[in-house]
């Protein structure tokens, strides 16, 4: 079964500065999405970055990019520049194909808060 | 398109009593989720429907839970007899996916917190 893992329950940045979360996933597939969704208190999911197994090529979205280590299973998300309006929790997400369904599993989340 | 629609937002009830929760997926879109939201247990895939056909019921709770989407345009996800610790936030989710759907993502409904009293 896949299953997503974020290890970071919290995190804290200070306003300006970076922050980097952290998500990891098993699946023994080699084609499949993976994608960073954004929940503020408004509770609506927003997705930030998505980016696909097969690309190489790291996504980018503004101050939003992704470390994605296809042999190690990693897919880290980077906030640069950090904003007040960051603060959320952020959602790694899997998902990948069953015959010809798609299945999209969640992490447990990491709440990020951004001190001004 | 307005998004995903889910009713009602908010939903009060007495254990055991009936709950209808219903959603709206995107025109066109083929995939439709269910999740559940609590503090303790995260976002839960609860089931999902492909071409509304339910390809997955592994994470529905219990036999309490049910769920259909009898057209392309609507699901619900009904819980009878309701109890206490059914309350969350149920979230709906659409998605255009497949083969030559490279841009996939899903899309959420605003979700309706559930409370059982």
Request: hydrophobic fraction near 35%.
């Amino acid at each position: 079964a896949q299953t997503v893992t974020q290890s970071q329950p919290e995190m804290s940045v200070q306003e300006a500065e970076t922050v980097t979360l952290s998500c990891t996933y098993d699946t023994s597939e080699s084609n499949y999405y993976l994608f960073w969704y954004k929940q503020p208190p408004s509770r609506q999911m927003i997705l930030v970055i998505r980016q696909e197994a097969y690309k190489q090529q790291n996504a980018t979205e503004n101050r939003f990019s992704v470390n994605f280590q296809k042999a190690a299973k990693s897919f880290s998300l980077k906030i640069s520049d950090s904003q007040l309006g960051d603060t959320a929790m952020y959602f790694c997400a899997f998902m990948k194909s069953m015959d010809s369904s798609y299945k999209l599993i969640f992490g447990s989340g990491t709440r990020l808060l951004v001190r001004p | 398109d307005a998004g995903v629609i889910q009713s009602p937002r908010h939903e009060v009830t007495e254990m055991g009593q009936e709950v209808t929760l219903r959603c709206k997926p995107i025109s066109g879109h083929n995939s439709l989720f269910w999740y559940r939201q609590t503090m303790m247990r995260g976002l839960e895939l609860l089931i999902y429907f492909n071409n509304n056909v339910p390809i997955d019921d592994s994470g529905m709770p219990e036999d309490r839970f049910s769920a259909k989407m009898p057209n392309a345009s609507f699901s619900t996800l009904k819980i009878q007899p309701s109890e206490p610790r059914d309350s969350a936030v149920y979230f709906c989710a659409s998605s255009l996916t497949g083969f030559f759907s490279p841009n996939t993502e899903a899309f959420f409904g605003q979700g309706t917190r559930l409370t059982v009293v």
